[in-house]
């Protein structure tokens, strides 16, 4: 069992016991608490938080830390893609600690792993980016990129799928003018909340230019993290159109609007 | 030109401006080296505060860091500055005034009569001299006192933003973390929720949510639904319940705008927020959050380094009288603040020079889960904030706001705070806890145990179609 399901496990113990404590405060809060995540109803030890739910919050934090820290493992997305050619990248920022510090660096290419990058005629180039969040990369990326790929219409031409370490979103535009890709899918590993350490985040481009193309002019899907969150299945039909979308209208961006359905697409990434 | 020198170890350092002395000056940070501002190294960082405290005062009147005719707030800054309250530090360095600041000369009567001869550059320059225990020292002498519904910034108390966000705005959701933030306590300073969407429908909907829950029961606050200034002013005109008008704000003309505001708007909405007259103790109408970061997360810093611009953000905030002024200060993440203990710093440094310009300074002490921090250092910024003599903090349920993915502080670190500092509410929202026998004999929260409280009717507030917030409506149409 991973800390953060620990956490989750712990929370559930908690509400029922909650909900059997013989007082009216504990059905109370068992039954406010069925309205949000929020921490709400926790009880005191003097001024303080009890015991348990201060062992809670620091488990919770403890599985966002780790997902921030944790190193990517490119094997293991590259085991998932069974099939699929890879080409592994890292940016130009050299470890963790710089990267955190740097979101410069981040966003280009490392010049040694550029000149390797092949070169094409291909439509959608998807970059794996850790981000934030490896965790959320080790989980849900290669499933999103099946999904996807499942769904292009026949005749697209897709890239090998290149795997970014320490890696921000904008890398994504380094790596497709490099290989010269019209449009990059970049899945990169959300800043993650104490709630939500493995959310997965989905930025299309259409011909990007490093250091002209905004955040202006993507289009992004978040929260991409089923079961609690966006499932694969609608977030690659959201992307799919997207593409077709972007292709039709020559660009991505505040211009493309998402009109597959259902729930707005937000993006709330600083 | 205007070259700066100093001499340290035998070796002579040359500061180009007055920018890169400040930018030089300051302590390390992630975001000034990000920037391409920060010190070389420790010593040139050294040599840069010797030169400092040098520099007379008066520099910064007659050599401004952004040019005057390429931005408002250096417009603001030079066009309001007062020369009859600057003259007891007229003819002071930057050196000299930081220790007639510490001296016994300088009480509460006196920083407040210096505040309007101030300028940011000052407050921030003089910041850079003081070790965090100075910050402390001078900004607890600060009184700054403002109000709306309730009084913000008296002696011995602290007030607290109760924040219950949600990530979909949906009111029962509300309503839970709302009731709990109450029964412990926190809600004087405001109820304010970031909205999730900045739709006027759902501001709108949320607004009305807290005026019922508020006028229902009697609660001496104010609210406020963070939106941006162009939905309050829309919905002011349409009749919606606005207590405070929000605004997040930086400190240059372009930084302003990336935000989507300008003077002229902040303006329009200033005084359509005054015309409503909806305090009952107080007039001071608006609200505004600033964290350093902002002007170099928009590009938009000109060269100045990121705290000496977060010092020109007040300057913007001080020009209209704002009940509530806090620093978000470790929101933005670790390429700006990378740990606590410059999240900690950065604290200190805002606010006291929030203080020392004559603002209600709060401060939102938090961090992001890629920053170098965890609950002990919300601990520690608190406890030093609480003994500088912060007007308010903000506060979460649990510490967790599960709509911003953040790590703030809690209800509970405020009874920590009240209870270790012998700190109370303000006094409106204090006699209203009294009322309700939610104030323990001590002056602490009483703990609630085996029975409900009548507030737990506001858990049904989001329930039953915002019913509250109806009525509310419709008794002050009548």
Same mark, same amino acid.
């Given at each position: 069992?991973?800390?953060?399901?620990?956490?989750?496990?712990?929370?559930?113990?908690?509400?029922?016991?909650?909900? &059997?404590?013989?007082?009216? &405060?504990?059905?109370?809060?068992?039954?406010?608490?069925?309205?949000?995540?929020?921490?709400?109803?926790?009880?005191?030890?003097? /001024?303080?938080?009890? %015991?348990?739910?201060?062992?809670?919050?620091?488990?919770?934090?403890?599985?966002? =830390?780790?997902?921030?820290?944790?190193?990517?493992?490119?094997?293991?997305?590259?085991?998932?893609?069974? *099939?699929?050619?890879?080409?592994?990248?890292?940016?130009?920022?050299? $470890?963790?600690? %710089?990267?955190?510090?740097?979101?410069?660096?981040?966003?280009?290419?490392?010049?040694? #792993?550029?000149?390797?990058?092949?070169?094409?005629?291909?439509?959608?180039?998807?970059?794996?980016?850790?981000?934030?969040?490896?965790?959320?990369?080790?989980?849900?990326?290669?499933?999103?990129?099946?999904?996807?790929?499942?769904?292009?219409? /026949?005749?697209?031409?897709?890239?090998?799928?290149?795997?970014?370490? &320490?890696?921000?979103?904008?890398?994504?535009?380094?790596?497709?003018?490099?290989?010269?890709?019209?449009?990059?899918?970049?899945?990169?590993?959300?800043?993650?909340?104490?709630?939500?350490?493995?959310?997965?985040?989905?930025?299309?481009?259409? =011909?990007?230019?490093?250091?002209?193309?905004?955040?202006?002019?993507?289009?992004?899907?978040? !929260?991409?993290?089923?079961?609690?969150?966006?499932?694969?299945?609608?977030?690659?039909?959201?992307?799919?159109?997207?593409?077709?979308?972007?292709?039709?209208?020559?660009?991505? *961006?505040?211009?493309?609007?998402?009109?597959?359905?259902?729930?707005?697409?937000?993006?709330?990434?600083? | 030109?205007?070259?700066?020198?100093?001499?340290?170890?035998?070796?002579?350092?040359?500061?180009?401006?007055?920018?890169?002395?400040?930018?030089?000056?300051?302590?390390?940070?992630?975001?000034? =080296?990000?920037?391409?501002?920060?010190?070389?190294?420790?010593?040139?960082?050294?040599?840069?505060?010797?030169?400092?405290?040098?520099?007379?005062?008066?520099?910064?009147?007659?050599?401004?860091?952004?040019?005057?005719?390429?931005?408002?707030?250096?417009?603001?800054?030079?066009?309001?500055?007062?020369?009859?309250?600057?003259?007891?530090?007229?003819?002071?360095?930057?050196?000299?005034?930081?220790?007639?600041?510490?001296?016994?000369?300088?009480?509460?009567?006196?920083?407040?009569?210096?505040?309007?001869?101030? %300028?940011?550059?000052?407050?921030?320059?003089? /910041?850079?001299?003081?070790?965090?225990?100075?910050?402390?020292?001078?900004?607890?002498?600060?009184?700054?006192?403002?109000?709306?519904?309730?009084?913000?910034?008296?002696?011995?108390?602290?007030?607290?933003?109760?924040?219950? !966000?949600?990530?979909?705005?949906?009111?029962?959701?509300?309503?839970?973390?709302?009731?709990?933030?109450?029964?412990?306590?926190? *809600?004087?300073?405001?109820?304010?929720?970031?909205?999730?969407?900045?739709?006027?429908?759902?501001?709108? $909907?949320?607004?009305?949510?807290?005026?019922?829950?508020?006028?229902?029961?009697?609660?001496?606050?104010?609210?406020?639904?963070?939106?941006?200034?162009?939905?309050?002013? #829309?919905?002011?005109?349409?009749?919606?319940?606005?207590?405070?008008?929000?605004?997040?704000?930086?400190?240059?003309?372009?930084?302003?705008?990336?935000?989507?505001?300008?003077?002229?708007?902040? $303006?329009?909405?200033?005084?359509?927020?005054?015309?409503?007259?909806?305090?009952?103790?107080?007039?001071?109408?608006?609200?505004?959050?600033?964290? &350093?970061?902002?002007?170099?997360?928009?590009?938009?810093?000109?060269?100045?380094?990121?705290?000496?611009?977060?010092?020109?953000?007040?300057?913007?905030?001080?020009?209209?009288?704002?009940?509530?002024?806090?620093?978000?200060?470790?929101?933005?993440?670790?390429?700006?603040?990378?740990?606590?203990?410059?999240?900690?710093?950065?604290?200190?440094?805002?606010?006291?020079?929030?203080?020392?310009?004559?603002?209600?300074?709060?401060?939102?002490?938090?961090?992001?889960?890629?920053?170098?921090? $965890?609950?002990? #250092?919300?601990?520690?910024?608190?406890?030093?904030?609480?003994?500088?003599?912060?007007?308010?903090?903000?506060?979460?349920?649990?510490?967790?706001?599960?709509?911003?993915?953040?790590?703030?502080?809690?209800?509970?670190?405020?009874?920590?705070?009240?209870?270790?500092?012998?700190?109370?509410?303000?006094?409106?929202?204090?006699?209203?806890?009294?009322?309700?026998?939610?104030?323990?004999?001590?002056?602490?929260?009483?703990?609630?145990?085996?029975?409900?409280?009548?507030?737990?009717?506001?858990?049904?507030?989001?329930?039953?179609?915002?019913?509250?917030?109806?009525? %509310?409506?419709?008794?002050?149409?009548?």
């Amino acid at each position: 069992m991973t800390i953060s399901q620990a956490a989750r496990s712990q929370t559930a113990r908690s509400q029922t016991a909650d909900s &059997q404590a013989p007082d009216g &405060q504990g059905e109370l809060w068992a039954s406010l608490r069925l309205r949000t995540q929020a921490r709400i109803g926790l009880g005191r030890a003097g /001024s303080a938080l009890p %015991t348990r739910h201060r062992l809670e919050l620091q488990a919770a934090h403890a599985a966002a =830390r780790d997902a921030v820290h944790s190193p990517f493992d490119p094997d293991a997305v590259a085991a998932r893609l069974t *099939g699929t050619s890879v080409v592994r990248v890292r940016s130009a920022a050299p $470890d963790r600690l %710089t990267y955190l510090q740097r979101p410069d660096l981040g966003r280009r290419l490392n010049p040694v #792993d550029r000149a390797h990058l092949p070169t094409g005629e291909w439509d959608v180039v998807f970059v794996v980016a850790d981000g934030l969040s490896s965790q959320a990369v080790h989980e849900h990326a290669a499933a999103m990129i099946r999904a996807t790929t499942a769904r292009l219409p /026949s005749g697209t031409r897709v890239a090998p799928v290149v795997l970014a370490e &320490q890696a921000r979103v904008a890398l994504g535009d380094d790596i497709a003018h490099t290989m010269a890709a019209t449009a990059v899918v970049l899945l990169v590993g959300e800043r993650p909340g104490m709630s939500a350490a493995d959310s997965l985040g989905a930025y299309l481009t259409h =011909r990007p230019v490093p250091g002209v193309t905004t955040d202006a002019d993507r289009n992004c899907l978040s !929260n991409i993290r089923p079961p609690l969150g966006l499932d694969y299945e609608t977030a690659a039909g959201k992307l799919v159109a997207l593409l077709a979308g972007a292709r039709e209208l020559g660009r991505s *961006g505040v211009a493309l609007k998402d009109e597959s359905g259902d729930e707005a697409v937000v993006d709330r990434r600083p | 030109m205007s070259a700066y020198t100093s001499t340290l170890g035998g070796e002579r350092y040359r500061f180009d401006s007055l920018a890169r002395l400040l930018a030089a000056a300051s302590p390390e940070r992630s975001g000034d =080296r990000l920037a391409g501002l920060a010190a070389q190294d420790a010593r040139q960082r050294v040599a840069a505060r010797w030169a400092l405290a040098e520099v007379p005062l008066t520099d910064f009147l007659t050599r401004p860091l952004i040019p005057y005719e390429d931005d408002d707030v250096t417009r603001l800054v030079l066009d309001t500055h007062d020369p009859a309250a600057f003259a007891p530090v007229a003819s002071m360095t930057v050196g000299e005034l930081r220790e007639w600041l510490l001296s016994e000369a300088a009480d509460a009567v006196t920083l407040a009569a210096l505040a309007p001869g101030l %300028t940011p550059e000052m407050a921030a320059a003089v /910041s850079k001299l003081m070790g965090n225990a100075d910050l402390v020292t001078v900004a607890r002498k600060v009184r700054v006192v403002t109000a709306f519904r309730s009084t913000i910034g008296l002696p011995g108390r602290l007030a607290t933003r109760l924040q219950p !966000n949600h990530p979909t705005d949906d009111p029962a959701g509300v309503a839970a973390a709302l009731l709990d933030g109450l029964l412990l306590g926190s *809600g004087d300073a405001v109820i304010g929720i970031n909205p999730a969407t900045d739709s006027p429908k759902a501001v709108r $909907d949320l607004l009305e949510l807290l005026d019922g829950v508020i006028g229902r029961y009697a609660i001496p606050t104010q609210s406020c639904v963070l939106c941006h200034v162009t939905t309050s002013v #829309d919905l002011m005109e349409r009749g919606a319940p606005v207590d405070l008008v929000f605004q997040s704000i930086a400190g240059t003309q372009a930084a302003n705008a990336s935000f989507g505001v300008t003077l002229g708007l902040l $303006d329009e909405a200033y005084e359509a927020a005054l015309a409503l007259e909806r305090g009952t103790v107080g007039r001071n109408v608006m609200y505004f959050e600033t964290g &350093q970061g902002s002007a170099l997360s928009a590009g938009a810093h000109h060269g100045v380094d990121q705290q000496t611009v977060e010092a020109r953000a007040y300057a913007v905030a001080r020009r209209y009288d704002p009940l509530l002024v806090n620093t978000v200060v470790g929101f933005i993440g670790p390429e700006y603040l990378y740990d606590g203990r410059q999240i900690l710093r950065a604290a200190l440094e805002d606010h006291f020079c929030g203080k020392l310009l004559g603002l209600p300074m709060g401060l939102d002490i938090c961090y992001t889960n890629h920053a170098d921090a $965890d609950d002990d #250092d919300i601990a520690t910024m608190l406890t030093m904030l609480g003994v500088a003599g912060a007007s308010f903090v903000i506060c979460t349920p649990g510490g967790d706001d599960i709509m911003l993915n953040y790590q703030s502080a809690s209800y509970h670190d405020a009874l920590y705070l009240r209870e270790v500092l012998g700190l109370r509410p303000a006094p409106e929202f204090e006699a209203w806890l009294d009322s309700i026998g939610l104030l323990d004999p001590r002056g602490g929260i009483r703990e609630l145990s085996g029975t409900t409280h009548p507030l737990t009717g506001i858990a049904t507030t989001g329930t039953d179609g915002h019913t509250a917030g109806r009525a %509310t409506g419709r008794e002050l149409a009548a």
